[in-house]
């Protein structure tokens, strides 16, 4: 009987502790969707700068979900209506000067998004952290946790792994690192400015800063935004995207 | 004296004599032929990417090549295009902008590189407007034609006519977006080009780029293209400050490997069979002097020194490798024209191969090298006297008396 007990005890050690990876897979998701809700609609400015520019986008942006994304440049005028919309893993750019609805290829992925820090592939791929990564907690304080993402073995991301910060008590992203496949940090997503709307904590900025170019950075100031609106899944169609 | 009875003894054994000269001329000849293919070859393969893209030396700003990074461009400078024009080394020069982005069409998308340029300028270095497989080449400066690679065509499922939408992110961070018209459609056999180059008006690709004025590059094609390295250092003394100028063998190194390997297995080429003649051309001599012992000792006994013996024999050799070389030059030359003239097609058999960063064509035509020629020859001779100078010690080392005592 007590060896019996024993073994039992042992082979409970010894199982592979589902629990705590349970726990962060649902934070991460809860944080990530937190950030997006059901649907919202939201206005913000995109504040790029590089070594030989800097510019400052005005637009709207939907959504519904994880998969369904658009968003349209208000301002600067030039640039007017050009707008992106995400379906999934797809994603399609509208450009009003040659009035042409151009889908981004697989091996565009990679490069930016309106010329900003954030690519067409973050678009697609990050916020699914919670389906294509395991976690692993490496530290946890009142003030925040911070959990290391590694990527799921069959999993087609392009990073090597994730280091996310979760302030508390607010349950919101801080600082969440990326790391290429060397494990070299790439570029750091700071999350701050954090407002409370419609009841939920919510970073109303985001900065992506690369970490080889420290003169350069993305800014996007969230100044408006709305959740649980009321949009379906039709408004996320290539009609709509050109307008 | 020892002229004429050098040319008397080779010709006593006619049939042997002809034996080891025809011999000689085949594979003179066959040599000369095999390394004006060779050679024809090499040149077609640097043409291919020389001629078909890069040019034989190109001036950038300092660095540009490294990362083709669009801010380090120069502009136009009319000093610089005016020296280049007087220059008796360069035939022709061409202004090009370079821009990435994703060409677009209906429902497909690719990676292209527009070189944006001068239709007429470009003429001058590069031949795409030879390789036309549909439609026309670019006629002006204006317009917002477009001449692409036949497999990007492909891709795209556009020929002459269709529109193509162009996106890139402009100099100033603006998303730089506008529509072409294809053209025409080139084919190279270079799948690199052929899948992603697209030819564009230079001022339609600056206005697109926000780069009024600006050009990344001056290609240049030069009348010896195997010497490009030659010629950068004369040629860099022109450029102002803050520009560079490099040569194709900087910009393909694959390709100089390629070039300087031909050099190695040329000689290794050239000592096999060499090799093989020159042991033709000992028997032929050894065979003749062992006959000719008897007459040997009663030369000798005559008064002939040793050392004349000797001279004698080298002479006949010498004779032999001369009437050698001459003949198989003529039939090498011959050969050769029919080869550079006509050549092979094979393109029936085989398509074009990338090799070193460039492409062979299919097919086999020769060119004229000076140093095909005379190197070939030069070593025959050499090689004659060579396979000669062991029968002429023997028959100078020959004791008079036993020598005509021999049967």
Known sequence: MIRFLLLLIISILLLPHPAWSVDLKALIRKVEEQYMGLSSKSRMTLNIRSEHWERSLKMDAWSLGRDHFLVRIIEPSKERDVATLKVDKEVWNYLPKVDRVIKVPPSMMGGAWMGSHITNDDLVKANKIDEDYSFELIEESKKRYLIECIPKPDAVVVWGKIVYEILLPMEVPGTVSYFDEEMVKVRDMVFDDIKKIDGRFIPLRMTIQPIDDPEERTIIQYSDIDFNIKIGKSFFSLRNLKR | ?407
């Not at chain 2, 003894?9 to 002809?18: A, E, F, P, S």
């Not at chain 2, 499922?157 to 977006?177: C, H, M, R, W, Y």
């Not at chain 2, 290609?219 to 194709?248: C, F, V």
């Open chain 2, 1 to 407: 004296m020892l002229l004429r009875l050098a040319s008397r003894n080779l010709w006593r054994n006619r049939r042997r004599t002809l034996l080891t000269l025809s011999a000689m001329v085949v594979s003179l000849a066959l040599l000369t032929l095999s390394l004006g293919v060779f050679s024809g070859m090499l040149v077609d393969i640097l043409a291919s990417t020389t001629e078909q893209y890069h040019g034989h030396l190109v001036i950038t700003a300092d660095d540009y090549l490294d990362d083709r990074d669009m801010y380090k461009n120069f502009s136009s400078d009319e000093q610089l295009l005016r020296k280049l024009e007087t220059d008796e080394v360069v035939i022709g020069f061409s202004q090009r902008l370079r821009g990435f982005g994703l060409a677009s069409h209906d429902e497909s998308s690719y990676p292209v590189e527009l070189l944006g340029i001068h239709p007429e300028m470009e003429k001058s270095v590069t031949n795409l407007h030879q390789q036309l497989a549909e439609g026309a080449y670019l006629s002006g400066n204006n317009g917002n034609g477009a001449v692409i690679g036949s497999s990007l065509a492909k891709k795209l499922k556009v020929s002459p006519g269709d529109e193509l939408v162009f996106v890139t992110q402009a100099a100033d961070g603006s998303i730089g977006n506008d529509l072409l018209i294809v053209r025409g459609i080139f084919r190279t056999g270079h799948s690199g080009h052929d899948n992603s180059l697209v030819l564009v008006p230079q001022q339609w690709l600056q206005k697109v780029m926000t780069l009024d004025g600006k050009i990344h590059e001056i290609a240049i094609a030069i009348n010896a293209p195997l010497r490009a390295a030659d010629y950068k250092p004369a040629l860099a003394t022109l450029l102002p400050q803050g520009l560079s100028i490099t040569d194709w063998g900087e910009l393909l190194p694959e390709m100089r490997e390629a070039i300087a390997s031909f050099d190695v297995s040329r000689l290794i080429f050239v000592i096999i069979l060499y090799f093989a003649t020159g042991l033709g051309i000992l028997n032929t001599i050894f065979m003749s002097v062992m006959e000719r012992t008897r007459e040997f000792g009663i030369l000798m006994a005559l008064g002939l020194r040793p050392g004349q013996i000797k001279r004698l024999v080298l002479l006949e050799s010498l004779l032999l490798g001369l009437i050698g070389t001459l003949l198989g030059l003529v039939c090498g030359l011959i050969l050769s024209y029919y080869m550079s003239r006509f050549g092979i097609d094979l393109s029936t058999w085989i398509t074009p191969i990338t090799y070193a960063g460039g492409t062979m064509q299919p097919r086999l035509k020769a060119i004229f090298e000076y140093r095909n020629f005379i190197e070939p020859a030069y070593l025959l001779v050499v090689v004659s006297v060579l396979a000669g100078f062991f029968p002429a010690r023997r028959a100078a080392n020959l004791q008079p008396v036993q020598a005509i005592r021999e049967d």
